[in-house]
């Protein structure tokens, strides 16, 4: 049973650009949820995908955005990159996305933004 | 909202001794609070959870933590160290629809 996967696993670019990262969540979970940890601090909330829609949303610009395909994978979009948006992008998923629900994490994505 | 606190960014014990990592919550509502231990280069796995059914509750590899809420507590604690244990580990609290607000960490040291 594969667990979540990300990719790519690191990514550099330059202020301006776009990204695009990709999270396939654990078998016969639908939902999914986005991190961002920054170097030496805990991951915070982006965002949650359930049922193809955007269900609830953390601190971040409109910069960040999402969405849900239909076999429950998702993509987290980051436009006019900053510098400040170099970290390691965390996806995670679960079922449902109650919140007793075990949330399982990939990997994660590495961004590096020059 | 609901946030955690972890107190003490690093934490370094010697291996075979006492491991104890600080977390306090804060919450309008009763808590769902997580454990989740974080090594070098990867992602976050899940050593224990606390969903009300006990206040004791028992994870993975060793690891246990107690609610406690009077004191808005949910210290992690292991009896015997192992140098594998060496790692960040965060605390964090759900919210009604299960987003994580996750504390800080606390990078713990196993010295031999």
């Known amino acids: 049973d594969a667990g979540v996967t990300q990719s790519p696993t690191h990514l550099i670019k330059t202020r301006g650009q776009q990204v695009t990262l990709r999270c396939s969540p654990k078998s016969g979970h639908d939902t999914v949820s986005w991190y961002q940890q920054a170097l030496g601090q805990g991951p915070q909330f982006i965002f949650q995908?359930?049922?193809?829609?955007?269900?609830q949303r953390g601190n971040f610009p409109d910069r960040f955005s999402g969405h849900q395909f239909p076999n429950y994978s998702s993509e987290l979009n980051v436009n006019a990159l900053l510098l400040g948006d170099s970290a390691l992008y965390l996806c995670?998923?679960?079922?449902?996305?109650?919140?007793?629900?075990?949330?399982?994490f990939g990997p994660g994505t590495r961004l590096t933004v020059l | 909202a609901q946030s955690v606190t972890q107190l003490g960014s690093h934490v370094s014990v010697s291996e075979g001794a006492l491991v104890l990592l600080r977390c306090n919550y804060s919450s309008s509502v009763p808590p769902y609070l997580f454990w989740y231990v974080q090594y070098p280069n990867q992602g976050l796995q899940l050593l224990l959870k606390y969903t009300s059914a006990a206040t004791l509750v028992k994870g993975i590899n060793g690891f246990e933590a107690e609610f406690k809420k009077s004191e808005t507590s949910f210290h992690l604690t292991k009896p015997s160290a192992h140098m594998s244990d060496a790692a960040e580990y965060f605390c964090a609290v759900t919210g009604p629809t299960g987003d994580m607000r996750f504390g800080a960490g606390t990078r713990l040291t196993v010295k031999p």
């Open positions: 995908y359930y049922e193809e829609e955007e269900r």
């Open positions: 995670a998923s679960s079922l449902v996305g109650g919140s007793t629900d075990t949330q399982y």
